[in-house]
């Protein structure tokens, strides 16, 4: 079967950020014998640069100098030709098409690089499809929200199944760009302008809305990454059955495998890892928070540093790393300078491979700080904690909050709210022996929920079915 997925963000193989969703698809589907094209993007939306494909043109040897240097005239205007390649393999081909910077992820100029990414594939899909055979699946996701009327107009030109994965509330998080209505820190007037702007974004947002509805009511199948984004199909017209498979990782720690039929008592011979091999906490050791992930504007970073600062001034040994990029690391930077904590608050940047690995080896509680207002409903950093047996804080309510709850593997606390976070961490802090159940019960978890190795396999064989 010949199949084509796109999406201009997931790292590519080999850049350094890790295999997240559409690699590990593609393998698996690649596993099973299909033919995969993967239409991304020249412009990385992590790593907010150029990107180039490290085996070159059509496989051949790396491109010299490519990533982060500035775009040229046409590569700006995204009318440049685009770069293809083949990646460990004939059958996964990756189409990388030029589209104009962005630096915010909230921007109109973000709005434009995807409507430019969707111009690429509408007009090189011909061309590509009469040389390497017409699509028997196209798979898009959503966002961006300009790249399913291509792929609409491609599957009933070239009689192919269109299938919508659904990756995030747009186009409602849009809205997330204006000031919100709510803060606690605006005055009247200032709370009923935000308003005024949000009702007349809402209603600039109509073709979008009316985008998603169309998608929602057209394709062929739709998948989710969560429940909660099943459900926000279905609010925009979606029936049927619409499988969740998870913003799953692997465990980059290589723990042994066991057999442990006997200690589930279902029967099933299926891998898990050990609670010997999850580190207990001895009393004398210094507590470690992890972060790991973006440090933009829908992150409740300020709130964690302040109670990181505020439990090192009451004399509590503790030591947190920041692992990313954003438009908030700067200010969060001089913060902790300003506080004289550099050394127990640590910004590492971008990590990746064992330099990743041994920070997530040596944490004890990885924090998830997302305003719930930016809907996103259980995100990457969740698996990537819960693979590593590190017990969460968290302030998104709902789905993920159920299933930490469930695996006695989390602590809620409010977003913005400094003291309520501060008791968060002091409930791991201060109760050794719930810190150690709670690493057992998240790797339970990791393997219930979000291992890479069983959930892509999985979603391959439904998109294949």
């Known amino acids: 079967m010949n199949i084509w997925i796109c999406n201009p963000y997931d790292p590519l193989p080999d850049e350094g950020l890790g295999e997240l969703r559409y690699t590990r698809l593609s393998q698996a589907l690649v596993a099973q014998g299909h033919v995969v094209t ?6 990385s939306h992590g790593l907010k640069r150029q990107r180039s494909l490290k085996t070159g043109p059509e496989g ?3 491109k010299p100098g490519a990533r982060g240097e500035a775009l040229d005239e046409n590569q700006e ?3 440049s030709q685009p770069k293809t390649g083949k990646l460990k393999t004939s059958k996964l081909e990756l189409k990388l098409l030029p589209v104009p910077s962005y630096q915010k992820n909230i921007s109109l100029r973000r709005v434009w690089s995807h409507w430019c990414y969707a111009r690429g594939i ?12 017409k699509p028997d699946v196209i798979l898009f996701s959503v966002p961006p929200m300009e790249t399913g009327a291509v792929a609409l107009k491609l599957g009933k030109q070239y009689g192919a199944k269109v299938v919508l994965d659904v990756m995030d509330a747009w186009p409602e998080t849009l809205l997330l760009a204006l000031p919100s209505a709510g803060s606690r820190e605006q005055g009247a007037e200032r709370k009923i302008l935000a308003s005024v702007l949000r009702f007349l974004s ?4 109509t073709p979008y809305t009316r985008m998603m509805r169309r998608y929602c009511r057209k394709v062929d199948a739709i998948c989710a990454q969560s429940e909660a984004f099943a459900d926000y199909a279905r609010k925009y017209g979606a029936t049927g059955n619409i499988p969740v498979f998870r913003l799953a990782t692997q465990s980059p720690l290589h723990l042994r495998p066991l057999n442990t039929a006997d200690q589930r008592g279902d029967g099933l011979d299926s891998p898990t890892f050990s609670p010997s091999h999850l580190q207990a906490f001895p009393q004398k050791r210094i507590f470690r928070i992890l972060y790991l992930g973006s440090m933009g504007r829908v992150y409740d970073l300020v709130t964690l540093v302040d109670a990181v600062l505020q439990l090192l001034k009451n004399g509590v040994l503790v030591l947190m790393d920041l ?3 954003g438009e908030q ?6 913060r902790v300078a300003a506080a004289g904590q550099e050394s127990a608050i640590r910004f590492h940047g971008y990590l990746s491979g064992e330099a990743l690995a041994g920070v997530l080896a040596t944490a004890d509680v990885g924090v998830i700080p997302m305003e719930p207002a930016s809907k996103v409903a259980v995100p990457y950093k969740a698996a990537d904690y819960l693979s590593c047996g590190l017990v969460l804080v968290n302030s998104l309510p709902g789905e993920l909050e159920v299933m930490l709850d469930s695996y006695a593997c989390g602590c809620s606390y409010t977003a913005g709210n400094i003291g309520s976070l501060v008791s968060a961490l002091r409930h791991w802090l201060d109760d050794r022996e719930a810190l150690d159940r709670g690493k057992v019960g998240a790797r339970q978890l990791f393997e219930a929920e979000f291992d890479a190795t069983r959930i892509y396999p999985a979603m ?5 079915g």
Do not use: F, I, M, N
């Open 38 to 43: 993967w239409w991304s993007a020249d412009w």
């Open 60 to 62: 051949g040897e790396p």
């Open 77 to 79: 205007r995204g009318t």
């Open 122 to 133: 509408a007009k090189q899909a011909k061309g590509y499809a009469t040389t390497h055979g």
């Open 202 to 205: 809402s209603v600039l947002l």
């Open 323 to 325: 692992v990313g990029e």
């Open 329 to 334: 690391k700067a200010a969060l930077e001089a």
């Open 460 to 464: 391959a064989d439904w998109v294949v």
